[in-house]
């Protein structure tokens, strides 16, 4: 059986699935997301993903397209009819399709779109054996905190990041502070073994992965703050590691041309890693 997508209620192969040209996402990328992740068969925060969806459609006084409750039954349903029970589900809202005019037009519909994909997260080479990340100007608007299919400025950044053979991009403010990953949040661990990562009331994107981290570290006794870091004390932390849904902890073993320790994830991050992928496979997320 192919690829199964979902859009506005219709299940339809994934390579015919569409939405109409004067659909505000394709014309003015008006519209939010959210990515989760399954590990067998069960979806990782989901709550918390469905939370920041809710706030995010809010924040654009964008119509829900469903209760939470169907929302919920259609991801799964969509993970079930693909055989996925080790991937991700992609969920789009959009404002919807209304002749092209900039304002937001009254009465109109919101698009649904749901996609999923086979991942097998835990065995990931990058995740396991660490990347190297670039860093570059954050060129983004004044609200990432909405999570937003706008991601032009992001992808620009992930390309510099693969043309350089990185595995992410960290993005630096006017200050020359590290804002965030390109589709991840900034960490780094200081010589005084302290997590260091930015606040989220920083405009940057309330990470899942980033607010579940604290609530594990905090039950490990690790200590961490919420403060901006520089380029360079990045360079000179003792360890590094961006996360996310979709990259969980990954760690970083080289910024620009600084080679971190000796090249290798560090062993809190690892700590931090394993602690998280115990989490996810434990079914503890479900709670
Ligand atoms: N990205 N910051 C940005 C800019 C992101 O796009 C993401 C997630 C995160 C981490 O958020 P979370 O822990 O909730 O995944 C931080 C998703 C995975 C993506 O765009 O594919």
């Known amino acids: 059986?192919?690829?199964?997508?979902?859009?506005?209620?219709?299940?339809s192969p994934h390579q015919d699935a569409a939405v109409h040209v004067e659909d505000r996402g394709f014309q003015f990328s008006d519209g939010v997301y959210e990515v989760a992740v399954c590990i067998d068969g069960t979806l990782v925060d989901l709550n918390s993903h469905l939370d920041?969806?809710?706030?995010?459609?809010?924040?654009l006084e964008i119509t829900p397209p469903t209760t939470r409750k169907?929302?919920?039954?259609?991801?799964?349903?969509?993970l079930a009819r693909n055989g996925v029970r080790d991937g991700l589900v992609y969920i789009q809202v959009t404002r919807g399709t209304a002749p092209r005019d900039h304002a937001f037009p009254a009465n109109v519909k919101p698009t649904l779109v749901m996609?999923?994909?086979?991942?097998?997260?835990?065995?990931q080479k990058?995740?396991?054996?660490?990347?190297?990340?670039?860093?570059?100007?954050?060129?983004?608007w004044a609200r990432c905190d909405i999570k937003s299919v706008s991601l032009l400025p992001n992808c620009i950044a992930k390309t510099e990041a693969r043309r350089a053979g990185a595995g992410e991009a960290w993005m630096v403010d006017s200050d020359g502070c590290v804002t965030e990953g390109t589709s991840s949040n900034a960490w780094i661990v200081t010589h005084n073994d302290k997590l260091l990562t930015r606040a989220t009331t920083d405009n940057i994107l309330r990470g899942v992965t980033r607010g579940?981290?604290?609530?594990?570290?905090?039950?490990?006794?690790?200590?961490?703050?919420?403060?901006?870091?520089?380029v360079e004390e990045a360079k000179s932390a003792r360890e590094a590691f961006s996360s996310s849904a979709t990259s969980f902890v990954t760690p970083v073993v080289q910024i620009d041309n600084t080679v971190l320790g000796n090249g290798a994830p560090g062993l809190f991050t690892e700590r931090l890693q394993g602690r998280y992928f115990k989490y996810c496979v434990n079914k503890e997320s479900e709670l």
């Open 212 to 230: 579940t981290l604290m609530d594990l570290a905090k039950e490990m006794s690790l200590t961490f703050e919420e403060r901006p870091f520089t």
């Open 115 to 123: 996609t999923t994909k086979r991942v097998d997260h835990l065995h």
């Open 52 to 59: 920041r969806l809710e706030r995010s459609l809010s924040e």
């Open 70 to 78: 169907v929302l919920e039954m259609l991801m799964k349903q969509l």
């Open 1 to 11: 059986m192919g690829r199964i997508a979902y859009v506005d209620g219709r299940y």
């Open 126 to 140: 990058n995740i396991l054996e660490g990347v190297k990340i670039v860093t570059t100007p954050d060129l983004r």
